[in-house]
């Protein structure tokens, strides 16, 4: 398996942005987990959250 991590920092002074991502696996690639600061996220590829804090986003999935 293979695992993709995204790092979206919190810019200072900055109230509750929202966030939302579409993400796409490559071809063929089978999706086996998703999370969202280190818990399993349920929302599949569509991640919603807000940047209240720094996020981290690991996308893990399986090349056939």
């Not at 063929?28 to 940047?51: F, H, M, P, R, T």
Request: hydrophobic share 30%.
């Amino acid at each position: 398996s293979r695992t993709y991590s995204l790092y979206t920092p919190k810019e200072a002074g900055t109230n509750e942005i929202p966030l939302l991502l579409n993400l796409k696996l490559p071809g063929g690639a089978k999706l086996i987990d998703v999370k969202l600061d280190g818990e399993s996220y349920a929302g599949g590829l569509q991640v919603k959250s807000n940047l209240r804090e720094d996020r981290t986003i690991d996308v893990t999935y399986k090349m056939p």
